[in-house]
């Protein structure tokens, strides 16, 4: 009996029977995967959809043979890339750069005195002339308590007035700053943008009104100047306000009176009291408050008794009593029209002894 699969006539001649018949159409692994089969539901299948056994493939043009995980993934990546790039060049609402630089404005004022400048009566009690009203150190000080502002809260502001009251303490009333030279304390409230501001002012102080070492810290010059007791006298107040929304802004306005002698003096010998005032301005985002550091931004320096023809930019100049007093020069006229001196180079006259 003949093949089944056989036409009844047999083998047409010259054919090759069924399977020579296709061997021309090729279905190889690519035409496969391509070939989505789409399985009707019932009711296309009662409705006679038979139109079309595929899924059309969508095409992405140069992404058309992209995984759609892969693609998916690069989706991803660009986003985040468009975030980064948005991010970095667009700054939130409030905020702004943090600033660099010379940012320190100081201005000093030498107070020459207006007659022979004269020890104190006791060197043991040196202070017992001063008026009332001073304290001693940071009693001195009068911080207030933190209270808040529009955009600062209580604790922000709080944490604001302990920092400049440490500073205060560290640049106008300890020792190591004000007759051993030490700066240390003091930079480590510095910001890191005027850091190397502070460096420079350090380093090769000069009156530009913005390299004064003395426009930072309250010092003397050890080699010339001791303390003849290591109280301080103070008096003055402190503001809180703000420059901006973001920006949180103390002023400070304090007198300090000091007991000093000569270096190498024995106790006893003739104490000299110099009074300086310090009018500070400084400010705070919100990176200074969480770091406990500030930024100094403008200081008014008026010291006295103090000679008008010597820089106080390094060290502020005493003038020390003798037991007979020791008379200096007073200031010299002014003339406006003479611009080889500097306008901010001013001396005025210590009232009293």
């Avoid at 973001?246 to 024995?266: E, K, M, N, S």
């Avoid at 990176?287 to 006295?304: F, S």
Wanted: charged letters at 20%; one cysteine or more.
């Amino acid at each position: 009996m003949g093949d089944p699969r056989e036409p009844p006539e047999g083998t047409p001649d010259g054919g090759s029977g069924n399977e020579d018949e296709y061997r021309s159409v090729v279905f190889d692994e690519s035409f496969v995967r391509a070939a989505r089969i789409q399985e009707l539901s019932a009711r296309e299948r009662l409705a006679g959809s038979f139109g079309r056994a595929t899924r059309p493939k969508v095409r992405l043009g140069p992404f058309g043979t992209v995984p759609r995980q892969a693609l998916a993934l690069l989706l991803l990546i660009l986003m985040a890339f468009a975030a980064a790039v948005y991010f970095g060049v667009s700054s939130p609402k409030g905020t702004s750069a943090r600033p660099e630089g010379s940012q320190l404005t100081v201005s000093l004022v030498a107070l020459s005195p207006a007659s022979a400048v004269r020890p104190v009566a006791d060197p043991a009690n040196p202070f017992a002339a001063l008026a009332a009203g001073y304290g001693d150190g940071t009693i001195g000080l009068n911080t207030p308590a933190g209270a808040s502002t529009e955009h600062f809260s209580r604790v922000e502001v709080s944490k604001a007035l302990d920092t400049v009251q440490r500073y205060l303490v560290a640049s106008s009333l300890a020792p190591t700053a004000l007759v051993q030279g030490a700066t240390a304390d003091v930079r480590a409230f510095v910001t890191p943008g005027e850091q190397a501001q502070f460096d420079a002012s350090v380093a090769q102080p000069v009156d530009d009104r913005h390299h004064a070492v003395t426009g930072w810290v309250v010092r003397f010059d050890p080699a010339q100047v001791a303390l003849a007791t290591d109280t301080v006298k103070v008096i003055g107040a402190m503001r809180v306000d703000e420059a901006d929304s973001g920006t949180l802004q103390i002023t400070t306005d304090h007198t300090f009176v000091y007991a000093l002698r000569q270096a190498g003096a024995p106790a006893g010998a003739p104490v000299t009291l110099e009074t300086v005032r310090r009018e500070l301005t400084f400010q705070f985002d919100r990176i200074d408050l969480g770091a406990a550091q500030l930024r100094l931004v403008d200081a008014v320096v008026q010291a006295g008794p103090e000679p008008c023809t010597t820089s106080m930019a390094g060290f502020l100049q005493p003038v020390l009593a003798t037991p007979q007093g020791t008379q200096v020069p007073g200031p010299a006229a002014l003339d406006p029209g003479n611009h080889a001196h500097p306008a901010w180079q001013v001396c005025g006259v210590l009232a009293g002894s």
